[in-house]
């Protein structure tokens, strides 16, 4: 669960946010919209704990943040995953290594399992024939489904993306939409995108009774729940 409550930011004296509050239940997905300067990256920024708010408070699954130290942050933002709109890859590195960094660097898997994860993750998103190919052979939508791959394959309890980071190809946009919305059942997963426009939110109640389809590795049970 995500909550803010009561939360002020200010720039140069404007404020951006002013006594906000909402809150993003387990299992749900929350669409952010609105205009330039509406606070849409300041909030998500404020989830992270890279911003601090003047006053009011933040919950992130029950755990205040605001004020926490850092390194008490870190374990928080293992949890979470980020799509940037300008997809972030390293152009060093293939599509492989991308989409297996973080789980590389923590180092809590072998290889091999790191390459089942991968591959799953490029299954999803339609790229599974592009493991060796590197950032600058991609197109631009391309690039967006890897960065969307590399968000998936860490199996994180949340994910947030800024605008248009659904891929620059009207076909495979809808596709990963509609197979967002199918993989969106188990709980204890949110999701959060910003665009511009309206605020809308979209509620997807997991029935007990009926079985959840898996949204990502580690319901697949390629990694431990």
């Not at 803010?4 to 929350?30: A, N």
């Not at 969307?148 to 009207?170: D, N, Q, V, W, Y």
């Not at 605020?199 to 390629?222: F, I, N, T, Y």
Request: glycine share 12%; hydrophobic share 35%; net charge positive.
């Amino acid at each position: 669960m995500i909550k803010f409550t009561d939360v002020c930011v200010k720039f140069d004296g404007r404020p951006v946010l002013k006594d906000f509050t909402m809150e993003v239940p387990t299992g749900e997905t929350l669409v952010i919209l609105g205009g330039s300067g509406g606070g849409k990256t300041t909030m998500l920024r404020l989830i992270l704990g890279l911003l601090h708010p003047d006053s009011g408070s933040i919950l992130v699954d029950g755990q205040e943040i605001v004020g926490l130290p850092e390194r008490d942050m870190v374990p928080i933002r293992a949890r979470m995953a980020m799509v940037f709109q300008g997809s972030a890859l390293f152009d060093s590195l293939s599509v492989r290594e991308n989409v297996g960094y973080r789980l590389y660097e923590e180092g809590a898997l072998s290889d091999s399992a790191i390459e089942r994860l991968v591959v799953l993750s490029l299954c999803f998103v339609g790229l599974e024939d592009t493991l060796e190919k590197m950032p600058a052979e991609l197109s631009g939508g391309m690039k967006k489904r890897v960065a969307i791959a590399r968000a998936l394959a860490c199996s994180p309890k949340l994910k947030r993306a800024t605008p248009h980071a659904g891929g620059g190809h009207a076909r495979p946009r809808h596709s990963l939409s509609r197979r967002g919305s199918a993989d969106h059942g188990p709980p204890g997963r949110k999701t959060l995108r910003r665009h511009r426009g309206h605020a809308e939110k979209r509620r997807r109640p997991a029935h007990p009774d009926v079985p959840q389809p898996a949204r990502g590795p580690r319901d697949a049970g390629l990694l431990p729940a």
